[in-house]
T-cell receptor, first 115, second 117 residues
Framework: AQSVTQPDIHITVSEGASLELRCNYS??????LFWYVQSPGQGLQLLLK??????LVQGIKGFEAEFKRSQSSFNLRKPSVHWSDAAEYFC?????????????FGGGTRVLVKP | DVKVTQSSRYLVKRTGEKVFLECVQD?????MFWYRQDPGLGLRLIYF???????EKGDIPEGYSVSREKKERFSLILESASTNQTSMYLC????????????????FGEGSRLTVL
């Protein structure tokens, strides 16, 4: 069975500083990988996704993520954080071509941004 | 833009009541999902449906049922609500896996926060 671990429950970062959110997954083959963001009171919005090809993926809002097969990781990064990046971030894994396109989510990392 | 609409943002129910959570999507997606979101646990899949009248159990189906009579609508039913079902419920939809429009992405509604007293 596939699983996703986000080791950091909370991260506090100063505005303008860099941010890295960790994600480790367990899956028997190369999965589809996603990062979603949830702003307070909102549903989840897709930041970026990886299916194949270039292991560095660019997303919206200045985020990027790097797939490292050897480490089973898909860490999310942003060079300079804005106050509006305060939100909860979820990493997810999906099985390619699987019926129903189910995604398995990690526990989430809540990001707090200090002025 | 894809729109997934959940009928109620906030509900307060009493133990033992029957609860219906409704979800409608306007993108002709084949797949629809109900997730439950709890702090520290992330999102856990309750049920999903890949076609009208079809349903599959997710990871935590106990105490829930679903109905999909029309392609655009997916309902989550709590037959007898209990306090441990107090949570945020998220509906999502997507195109069929492997289909020409499949991007693997799920599109989410804004959530329904249910409190059971």
């Amino acid at each position: 069975a596939q699983s996703v671990t986000q080791p950091d429950i909370h991260i506090t970062v100063s505005e303008g500083a860099s941010l890295e959110l960790r994600c480790n997954y367990s899956y028997g083959a190369t999965p589809y990988l996603f990062w979603y963001v949830q702003s307070p009171g909102q549903g989840l919005q897709l930041l970026l996704k990886y299916f194949s090809g270039d292991t560095l993926v660019q997303g919206i809002k200045g985020f990027e993520a790097e797939f490292k097969r050897s480490q089973s990781s898909f860490n999310l990064r942003k060079p300079s954080v804005h106050w509006s990046d305060a939100a909860e971030y979820f990493c997810a894994v999906g099985a390619p071509w699987a019926a129903g396109n189910k995604l398995t989510f990690g526990g989430g990392t809540r990001v707090l941004v200090k002025p | 833009d894809v729109k997934v609409t959940q009928s109620s943002r906030y509900l307060v129910k009493r133990t033992g009541e029957k609860v219906f959570l409704e979800c409608v999507q306007d993108m002709d997606h084949e797949n629809m999902f109900w997730y439950r979101q709890d702090p520290g646990l992330g999102l856990r899949l309750i049920y999903f449906s890949y076609d009208v009248k079809m349903k599959e159990k997710g990871d935590i189906p106990e105490g829930y049922s679903v109905s999909r009579e029309k392609k655009e609508r997916f309902s989550l039913i709590l037959e007898s609500a209990s306090t441990n079902q107090t949570s945020m419920y998220l509906c999502a939809s997507s195109f069929d896996a492997g289909g020409a429009l499949d991007t693997g992405e799920l599109f989410f509604g804004e959530g329904s926060r249910l409190t059971v007293l």
